[in-house]
C-alpha cells in the first residue's frame, strides 16, 4: 500500500544546531507540504512543493528550508534550531494540490532546548 | 492571505447527541473547504470536504453545510459515538493557500 512516513518519530536538539525532518511518499503525488501544529494554531503551511526542483514558501518559512530532488522526498531543514521551532511538524502529499485530500504523514515531535 | 476561525474550541456532548462545529472564512473567493479529523497522537485524516458550488454534503453520520453569502461552514455529526472523540479542523483554500482553523475538541461522553 502506499503511504507516507517521516523520520525521526522524535527528536530533542540544542539551540543553534542543524536538524533536518525526513518525508518519504510513495503515493507518486507531485505535491508535497510542511506544516507544523502548535496549541491554538492549527496547522500552519511552512514549505511546500508541486515538482521535482520546485519549492515555495508558505505561512511562516522563516528559519526553515526544503529540497525537492525527486518525487518521494521532501526534507525540511531548520538551519538554526531555535525554541520557537519546537512543535509537531507533520509532511503531507496530494494529488490535487490544496483542492484535494491531503495525506499526512505520522508527525515528528521536535524539541529544541 | 485568508484567515479562519473555528468555534468552539472545546465541544463536549452525550453519547447520541448530535454535534456542530462552525467555521468562518474571510476572502469569499475561497472555494474548496474541508474537514480533518486526529485523534490523540495520530494524523489527521479528511473526513469530509464541500466545494463553492456545492451548499450541503452528507456521508453517513456526518454532514457539511456552506453558506457563501455569509462565508461561514458547519461540521455536523449526528448520533455521536465515544470513538467520535478526536480535534476537528476545518480549511478554506483561496488559490494554492489553504488555511486551518484552531481546531475543536470534541468529547463523546458514553
Known amino acids: 500500500d502506499a503511504e507516507i512516513t517521516q523520520s525521526p518519530r522524535h527528536k530533542i536538539t540544542e539551540t543553534g544546531r542543524q536538524v533536518t525532518l525526513a518525508c518519504h511518499q510513495t503515493w507518486n503525488h507531485n505535491n508535497m507540504f510542511w506544516y507544523r501544529q502548535d496549541l491554538g494554531h492549527g496547522l500552519r503551511l511552512i514549505h511546500y512543493?508541486?515538482?521535482?526542483?520546485?519549492?515555495n514558501k508558505g505561512e511562516v518559512s522563516d528559519g526553515y528550508s526544503v529540497s525537492r530532488s525527486n518525487t518521494e522526498d521532501l526534507p525540511l531543514t531548520l538551519e538554526s534550531a531555535a525554541s520557537s521551532q519546537t512543535s509537531v511538524y507533520f509532511c503531507?502529499?496530494?494529488?490535487?494540490?490544496?483542492?484535494?485530500?491531503?495525506?499526512f504523514g505520522e508527525g515528528s515531535r521536535l524539541t529544541v532546548l | 492571505g485568508e484567515n479562519v476561525e473555528q468555534h468552539p474550541s472545546t465541544l463536549s456532548v452525550q453519547e447520541g447527541d448530535s454535534a456542530v462545529i462552525k467555521c468562518t472564512y474571510s476572502d469569499s473567493a475561497s472555494n474548496y473547504f474541508p474537514w480533518y479529523k486526529q485523534e490523540l497522537g495520530k494524523r489527521p485524516q479528511l473526513i469530509i470536504d464541500?466545494?463553492?458550488?456545492?451548499g450541503e454534503k452528507k456521508d453517513q453520520r456526518i454532514a457539511v453545510t456552506l453558506n457563501k453569502t455569509a462565508k461561514h461552514f458547519s461540521l455536523h455529526i449526528t448520533e455521536t459515538q465515544p470513538e467520535d472523540s478526536a480535534v476537528y479542523f476545518c480549511a478554506a483554500t483561496l488559490n494554492n493557500d489553504m488555511r486551518f482553523g484552531a481546531g475543536t475538541r470534541l468529547t463523546v461522553k458514553p
Open positions: 464541500i466545494r463553492s458550488n456545492v
Open positions: 503531507a502529499s496530494s494529488e490535487r494540490g490544496v483542492t484535494g485530500e491531503l495525506f
Open positions: 512543493s508541486y515538482g521535482v526542483q520546485d519549492t
